[in-house]
């Protein structure tokens, strides 16, 4: 079976000469939960962005589902690409139930769509995704914008999953959440790849995280593939690879009881 994502030599200079992306290569099977790790600015963003048509490659392939993404694809693969997104992107005065069902919008025809007819199926639907997200009833008819940060992020993921996607692209989704909550969320996405075999593609800060959540840890630095495996070979080289003339944007967390964080805080105060 062909690889579910496929970058190909791809490079992006933005309009001002900024090099983000530079011959990158990489290829992304299916159901797996990829953390793309690498210090600010290393091109983590553009090449999520890249997936969901935001930005444009200027030289190489990408391939989703076996076939290259162009503009007049990237319409019709868009109700099979997921996000989620740091500030969670709901909105606001809606109710928690329309939110979710805003994410068939992608699926349903103009008139559909502007009208808002959604079925009873799909309103059921999008009550089982609310559930499976780890929110009850009660939070149906709530405004938004009345949820604490993790419950919207729940919201997000729900909504993403209404058009069962092949992706999910989530860009620093825990960056504005705290610890606890942050791990509630990878966990929730982690079992989203592991029960419902959905891929995720996942950029976080926070390398803890991504050794704790990920199955596997691509680490970027200047738009380049510095790091490629599973988070048991992610050591010390592999982190200076990344991190050396360590970046002020690097956050470990200090509170980890796991058995590596001894050594992270090492790296961290280096
Ligand atoms: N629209 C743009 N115009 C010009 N340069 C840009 C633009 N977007 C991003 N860049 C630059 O491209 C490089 C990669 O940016 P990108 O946002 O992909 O990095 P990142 O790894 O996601 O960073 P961060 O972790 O800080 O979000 C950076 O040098 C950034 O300044």
Not at 129 to 147: S, V
Not at 188 to 213: D, I, K, P, S
Not at 217 to 222: A, H
Request: hydrophobic share 40%; proline share 4%; net charge neutral.
């Amino acid at each position: 079976m062909s690889a579910l994502v496929e970058f190909d030599g791809v490079s992006k200079r933005y309009a001002d000469g900024t090099r983000a992306l530079d011959e990158l290569k990489l290829s992304m099977p299916r159901a797996q939960f990829c953390v793309v790790l690498g210090p600010s600015g290393a091109g983590k963003s553009t090449l999520l962005r890249m997936l969901n048509g935001l930005t444009r490659p200027d030289e190489g392939d990408i391939r989703f589902d076996g076939v290259t993404l162009t503009t007049a694809r990237l319409r019709q693969q868009r109700s099979r690409i997921g996000s989620i997104h740091q500030h969670y992107g709901l909105v606001g005065r809606l109710s928690v139930l329309d939110n979710v069902l805003c994410g068939l919008l992608p699926r349903m025809g103009l008139l559909r769509s502007m009208t808002g007819a959604f079925s009873d199926e799909q309103r059921r639907r999008a009550c089982r995704a609310l559930a499976d997200a780890g929110l009850d009833e009660n939070q149906l008819y709530r405004r938004a914008d009345e949820l604490s940060g993790g419950q919207q992020q729940r919201v997000g993921i729900a909504r993403a999953l209404m058009c069962d996607p092949q992706l999910i692209l989530a860009d620093e989704p825990v960056a504005s959440l705290d610890p606890r909550i942050s791990r509630d969320i990878l966990g929730l996405l982690r079992n989203t790849v592991h029960e419902q075999g959905v891929a995720v593609l996942c950029t976080l800060h926070q390398v803890e995280l991504a050794l704790e959540f990920a199955d596997r840890i691509v680490g970027l630095r200047l738009g380049r593939v510095v790091f490629d495996g599973v988070p048991s070979e992610f050591d010390a080289a592999a982190h200076a690879s990344l991190y050396s003339a360590l970046d002020p944007h690097v956050r470990t967390d200090p509170a980890n009881a796991d058995a590596r964080a001894p050594l992270l805080r090492e790296w961290a105060h280096a």
